[in-house]
């Protein structure tokens, strides 16, 4: 989804997440090499959705503050529920809420675009079959509500859309995959006949599925994105060593849509991972693993992953911490985890720590291209990105997902002076987490 640069980049960044240190350390050489020919990274490539937007709307300045940190330049997407049965205005809608949201959203927290991502269903169907037409047509009047108020010209235009969030995980998605497209495709070019500009993308199933993706985009030329959800686990019994394997997935998987467009289309189309976090059912029972050091680890790895493959958006689940979330008050998981004392917790507005690394990588990844990275010797648990600017600047993650630290030499181009006359000091911008801590440092 390419837009113009939203961020000037100092000369040099770095981003370092270790996952233990322990005595003996191995040492890895890192070799980046800038390259005009590597894929441009877009201009928001972590974000977050906010799921239930009343909830996402407190009258808190320290969330206001939050959320510009975050999301200013950004993209925002908007994850909200429809009624199951229409208002006695015959809306679907909490449109009071929802313009509340977009209001701020574009005022207090400069957001730079909005994506909806909405969620209503099909009432009286079973899920297994193909809906009936009337059941199916009664349902879509609440997209097309949304798409008629927020899709125009206008300072509440959004541009991003997608039709429905996870309709098609049922059987009915796997084994109907050409009805289940031919229906979501009518909605994308109902949608565009609101508005022929806005970008529409699917099939936002619960996890990729080649077969459903497949027939969206045979059947929909009109569809500008690929999108999906994926969590990692769903279980707060899964080790985090089986999480951190199974969160290579994400980047394979990703790899694997834009192969899919291209061999469909003859040009890749964007992929955006519409929701994806550590655990997708983390409330029972609680894993506290979402609020603690080891879930900025784990996020990094995730970005970094995804960020290699080619994702063009990573939308983490979701801004609110409660179960999921970044940042907020009331964060029982945080005490729960040692992380907070357990206090007045409506006092107590806790950022958790893979909020950094959401921020880091939105700041000082966007509009990059990839850069050739050499390591010697070859280490197995480390897994590294990195993107330049066209002035020099780097950017590089780093993530070890091994139980042995590892020492760390980087070469790397010097960035040109500015000038002959003024002397240039190479900035360094450091994130650095392991599992009992995280520090920002300048």
Request: with cysteine.
């Amino acid at each position: 989804m390419p837009r113009q640069p939203r961020h000037s980049m100092p000369a040099w960044l770095t981003l370092a997440i270790l996952t233990a240190m322990v005595a003996a350390a191995a040492e890895v050489t890192i070799q980046i090499e800038p390259d005009p020919e590597g894929a441009l990274i877009g201009p928001y490539p972590a974000t977050a959705n906010c799921h239930g937007l009343r909830r996402h709307s407190p009258n808190d300045p320290r969330w206001d503050q939050a959320m510009k940190e975050l999301f200013e330049g950004n993209l925002l997407v908007i994850l909200e529920k429809a009624r199951p049965e229409p208002a006695a205005d015959g809306s679907f809608w909490e449109t009071e809420a929802i313009d509340t949201f977009v209001d701020r959203a574009r005022s207090d927290w400069g957001v730079d675009a909005l994506c909806f991502l909405p969620q209503w269903s099909i009432e009286g169907w079973d899920g297994k079959r193909a809906p009936p037409d009337d059941l199916f047509q009664a349902a879509a009047e609440a997209f097309l509500q949304l798409v008629g108020r927020y899709a125009p010209p206008g300072p509440r235009h959004i541009t991003y859309w997608l039709c429905n969030d996870e309709w098609p995980c049922d059987g009915y998605g796997s084994d109907h995959p050409d009805e289940f497209a031919a229906r979501y495709a009518w909605l994308v070019r109902e949608a565009k006949k609101v508005n022929r500009d806005i970008k529409l993308g699917g099939p936002v199933n619960c996890w990729p599925n080649a077969g459903i993706q497949r027939a969206l985009i045979e059947a929909c030329p009109e569809l500008d994105f690929i999108a999906w959800n994926l969590f990692t686990t769903m279980s707060a019994f899964t080790s985090t060593e089986k999480v951190f394997k199974a969160t290579r997935s994400l980047g394979a998987n990703v790899m694997a849509s834009r192969q899919l467009s291209q061999d469909i289309r003859g040009r890749e189309l964007p992929v955006m991972v519409t929701s994806y976090n550590l655990n997708g059912h983390a409330w029972d029972p609680p894993d506290d693993r979402l609020a603690r050091p080891l879930g900025a680890v784990w996020n990094a790895l995730a970005l970094t992953t995804m960020l290699r493959a080619g994702v063009s958006s990573a939308v983490i689940y979701n801004v609110r911490a409660l179960d999921c979330g970044l940042f907020g008050t009331s964060d029982s998981y945080a005490v729960s985890a040692g992380v907070l004392p357990p206090v007045s917790l409506s006092k107590v507005f806790n950022v958790r720590p893979a909020a950094h690394v959401q921020r880091f990588v939105a700041r000082h990844f966007a509009n990059l291209r990839t850069c050739r990275v050499r390591t010697q010797p070859t280490a197995r648990d480390l897994e590294i990105f990195a993107g330049a600017d066209a002035e020099g600047g780097i950017g590089l993650s780093f993530v070890n997902t091994g139980d042995e630290a590892i020492t760390i030499n980087i070469i790397a181009p010097e960035p040109p002076r500015r000038t002959e006359l003024i002397p240039f000091q190479l900035p360094l911008h450091v994130l650095k987490c392991d599992e009992y801590g995280i520090a920002v440092g300048q």
